[in-house]
Structures are given as C-alpha cells and as structure tokens.
C-alpha cells in the first residue's frame, strides 16, 4: 500500500505562485504521477502528469502556467503553478497509476489551493 501526502497548499491572490509537493511512501518508479484538482460542483480534472522518465502531460488548463516535476530518488512529485487564477481555486490531489500489471491506483488525501481576486 502506498501513501500519497501532498502539501504546499494556501491562499494566495490572483497573479501569485503556489508549489505543492507530494511525498510517496515507497518507490514510484513503476507508476505515472499527476495532480488531479476538483472544484465544488464540478468534476475532478488532470492538471498534469508526469512518466518516470520524465514525460509530461497537461490539461488544459495548467498549460503554459504550471510546470509538473518529479524526483525519483526521493519518490516525490512536484507541481509550480505560475499566474494563478481565481478559477484555479480547487481542492489538489496526487495521484499515482502504476504502468504494470497490477494495475494499481492511489489518491492522496488533497490540498486546498485558494486564489482570490
């Protein structure tokens, strides 16, 4: 079983910089690892994604702004965001999906990022 615990979270005002990190408790180098943010009232939305190799992937949302990084060796995932928005404003999640079988999925238990205008 592996434990996801994020943190960075806060409120910050429109145009500020936020970095969230997520600690994994064990070797992640076996899984892809993304943020996942959900807003009251609406669904829950990749924000980015990163490989083990590096290769990244971003809604639509984060592109340009957010920047996802990874450290393999401290089992730790990233994510800077940049000009952050009111529409921002979501609870964060960490994610984890390993890549071979067994198909294995983890959440952590979120943060809450806050932008206010």
């Known amino acids: 079983q592996v434990q996801l615990v994020e943190s960075g979270g806060g409120l910050v005002q429109a145009g500020g910089s936020l970095r969230l990190t997520c600690a994994a408790s064990?070797?992640?180098?076996?899984?892809?690892m993304a943020w996942y943010r959900q807003a009251p009232g609406k669904q829950r939305e990749l924000v980015a994604s990163v490989t083990s190799g590096g290769r990244t992937d971003y809604g639509e949302s984060a592109e340009g702004r957010f920047a996802v990084s990874r450290d393999n060796a401290k089992n730790a995932l990233a994510l800077q965001m940049d000009g952050l928005k009111p529409e921002d404003t979501a609870t964060y999640y960490c994610?984890?999906?390993?890549?071979?079988?067994?198909?294995?999925?983890?959440w952590g238990q979120g943060t809450q990022v806050t932008v206010s205008s």
């Open positions: 064990g070797s992640m180098s076996s899984f892809i």
């Open positions: 994610h984890a999906r390993r890549v071979v079988t067994p198909i294995l999925r983890y």
